[in-house]
């Protein structure tokens, strides 16, 4: 069954959405790497590859509906931070707002009686929990350790073993 024009337009977003969302992963990555924090920048590369496998399985959900994707210009990022910190919360902020945008296509896909697409769209709910607890819990030990001691170290270590798994497969 076709999904809807509702329906894909408000998917399409959220593959837009995504596609911004590695984009700015992949600015942190960068502006992690060149301050020298090589574990975050790892922490951000990872991010930018799980959103980039989030906009492709909506695309992918798109193509098998029958629908018509539609990318868009994807907008500039911003390309430098004050600190970890701030970098941190912006994205926490960010997930939060991802969060939402979710939340919104769930709604359309209960309105559209679109229950394969409200279906598809509760991996992605789950995901969101996942994601802001992982940006908070970073935020804890930041706020927690500081910036300038052994502790951010010892986080820009361990954030450095993360390794991109394709979960949207996993259903």
Known sequence: MKISKKIEEVLNKQVNAELWSAYMYLSMSAWAENKGFKGFANWMRVQFHEETSHALKILDFILTRSGE??????????????????????????????????????EVAL???????????????????????????????????????GGVFYLDKKLGHRTFSDDTKKE
């Open 69 to 106: 994707v539609k990318l868009e210009p994807i907008a500039a990022v911003k390309t430098s931070w004050d600190s970890l910190l701030s970098m941190m919360e912006e994205t926490y902020e960010h997930e939060c707002k991802v969060t939402s945008l979710i939340n919104q296509c769930y």
């Open 111 to 149: 309105a559209e009686k679109d229950y394969a697409t409200a279906t598809m769209l509760q991996w992605f709910i789950e995901e969101q929990i996942e994601e802001e607890a992982n940006a908070l819990e970073i935020i804890d030990v930041l706020k927690i350790t500081g910036e300038k001691s």
